[in-house]
């Protein structure tokens, strides 16, 4: 079953490719959706795909890329809404 989960990425997350990385790691896991900087400093991950996929990026999150420093990552879940065909940086 398809879902939908929301990310947000506290801590040393930009600057450190979080954004490059985690695009290919989603496309191992056949996730589709998104990754972006956010204004205050976290990086936000919107991604649809099958549950067990979604808890792995979730897992992966919380330590990211070799330089990232993730203090927490705030999890939402939601639905899919369908519609998202890739995994973009925004």
Known sequence: MRKRVELKIHGKVQGVFFREISRI????????????????????IVAEGEDKDLNRIIEWCKYGPDNAEVEKVDVKWAEATGGLDDFTIK
Do not use: C, Q, R, Y
């Not at 496309?27 to 205050?40: A, H, I, Q, S, T």
């Open 25 to 44: 790691e989603a496309g191992k896991l056949n996730l589709v959706g998104f990754v972006g900087n956010e204004p205050d400093g976290t990086v936000k």
